[in-house]
């Protein structure tokens, strides 16, 4: 499972005294409690991998958008940190689709579907996400999407 596998990469991080790994890999086991708490389990428990793939998403999100917005700042030793962060969490999600794959999996959702106007998008979009299962970037779906229906 991803935790089990990012509590032993701690430990290695810790043996190596890697500070940033330490604190990056801390804070996305902290953000595993935090699921569980707010889903009403116990912090004690395991995470699922489905679960613990949403919470890194979301954590490397917020180092996009943290390095984003201290580009910005002219903060760039900050912004490189959070690059570094982000690099470091997404070796635990797993690789997503490229816009090809996206294409023929939306290609075929709009046979299925048989939507044709541009006002029903939103239900297409809804659906081929579902489909997606996370396995792809929801930009990337977007775009696709958007060539669509041009």
């Known amino acids: 499972m991803i935790q089990d596998t990012i509590s032993s990469d701690l430990v290695a991080a ?8 330490v604190e990056t ?19 004690t428990e395991e995470v699922t991998d489905d679960d613990a793939i949403a919470v890194i998403r979301r954590e490397v999100k917020k180092r996009k958008e943290a390095s ?3 580009r910005t700042g ?6 490189d940190k959070e690059d570094a962060e982000r690099a470091i969490l997404e070796v635990y999600l797993p690789t997503l689709m490229s816009k090809d794959e996206i294409t023929k999996i939306a290609l075929a959702k709009k046979l299925e579907m048989g939507v044709t106007d541009k006002k029903d998008m939103g239900k297409f979009m809804g659906a081929l996400m579902k489909d997606l299962g996370g396995k792809a970037d929801g930009g990337d779906v977007k775009d696709v999407v958007a060539a669509l229906f041009v």
């Open 74 to 79: 002219n903060r760039a030793e900050l912004a």
């Open 25 to 43: 890999l801390r804070g996305v086991k902290a953000a595993f409690t935090n699921q569980l708490v707010a889903t009403n389990r116990k912090p």
């Open 14 to 21: 810790m043996r190596a005294k890697d500070v940033l790994k």
């Open 68 to 70: 984003d917005a201290f």
